[in-house]
């Protein structure tokens, strides 16, 4: 997929294709029903895929205070997206892009650049000034700029509650920040992943025997605090890493490890189940989250806080094999 700035020649991009606009954040099942009805759609008039999004989110400029947490930073949300379409457009909002309402957005950006021939949308599909545009001013518009518009119903999930929930990023977040990370796998079709550098620990792990690759923290929404089972990933660039499919099993631990004293910094850490890691000179990596195993306890003494983390591995490495938590196909 090419990634277009903005500044770049955007003018390159094939007239008369279909075109997608959005966040994507969490690139999640709901986002994908709108990929692959605008995919198809690209297949069947044999015309190229552009898809539109921004960064920052728009409430980082306009409501820093109020933003929403990333659920997938830039890098990563192009990597997902690259699997639909052809051409990616990144607009780099500002309060300038911010002001233009939705007749001058689609003047700018649609009629003066990619000139499509259909767009598709999700159903509460928002943009321009004050977000007072929505897929009906799209298709006011697009009688007289010669598009048509495919509005995608949103996506539901069934979780194994038997709650029926209806899929947003805003969704998935409080999923995460309940701890809830299998169901915040069904929502986006896949784990929960934190990924970033890799920085050296207090090295306490190696000294009671659960040696630990420590995180640096990502520009990213985390899940709870807490104990969790899922899977590593690890490589020595960035680029590696997003391409990179071999994972392993681990446990991963949020938290202040307060057993060792309270002032001690958020940690994220992840103790590698099938043992360290064979190249010693990694610089990034990936946790994707199955299973929330438990809350953070403080721990009378050492040896209480090995014996409960032997537990977790045993308990991990049981839900990992049988597949579970973020291997699962959404209903």
Not at 232 to 242: C, D, G, I, K, S
Request: proline share 6%.
């Amino acid at each position: 997929m090419r990634i277009l700035r903005y500044q770049d020649r955007v003018v390159e991009v094939e007239p008369g294709g279909v075109l997608s606009i959005g966040n994507f954040d969490g690139v999640h099942v709901g986002h994908q029903e709108i990929l692959k009805a605008a995919q198809q759609l690209a297949l069947d008039r044999h015309r190229a895929l552009t898809l539109m999004t921004f960064e920052p989110h728009p409430a980082v400029i306009l409501h820093p205070e109020k933003a929403p947490k990333v659920l997938t930073p830039l890098d990563w949300k192009l990597h997902l997206l690259g699997r639909f379409a052809h051409a990616c457009v990144v607009l780099q909002d500002d309060r300038d892009l911010l002001r233009l309402d939705a007749g001058q957005f689609v003047d700018r950006f649609l009629v003066q650049t990619i000139r499509p021939s259909v767009i598709v949308e999700g159903e509460d599909f928002k943009f321009g000034a004050d977000r007072r545009g929505s897929v009906e001013t799209l298709r006011a518009l697009g009688t007289k700029m010669g598009w048509d518009v495919t509005v995608v119903p949103s996506r539901q999930i069934v979780l194994p509650s038997g709650q029926t929930l209806r899929v947003s990023s805003t969704m998935i977040r409080s999923m995460l920040e309940a701890g809830d990370v299998a169901d915040a796998a069904l929502a986006l079709g896949r784990p929960f992943r934190l990924l970033g550098r890799v920085i050296r620990g207090r090295g306490k792990g190696r000294q009671i025997g659960f040696p630990t690759l420590n995180l640096q923290r990502p520009d990213q929404i985390l899940p709870a605090e807490g104990v969790y089972a899922g899977w590593v990933l690890t490589a020595r660039t960035q680029e590696v890493l997003l391409s990179r499919e071999e994972r392993l099993p681990a446990v991963f631990s949020l938290g202040r490890a307060r057993t060792f004293g309270e002032d001690n910094p958020q940690l994220i850490e992840a103790h590698v189940l099938s043992g360290p890691p064979g190249d010693t000179a990694i610089s990034w990596m990936a946790m994707d989250f199955a299973e929330h195993l438990r809350p953070q306890h403080t721990f009378s003494s050492v040896d209480d806080l090995v014996a409960q983390i032997r537990k977790d591995c045993q308990r991990a490495k049981t839900l990992l094999d049988r597949g579970r938590g973020g291997d699962r196909s959404p209903d």
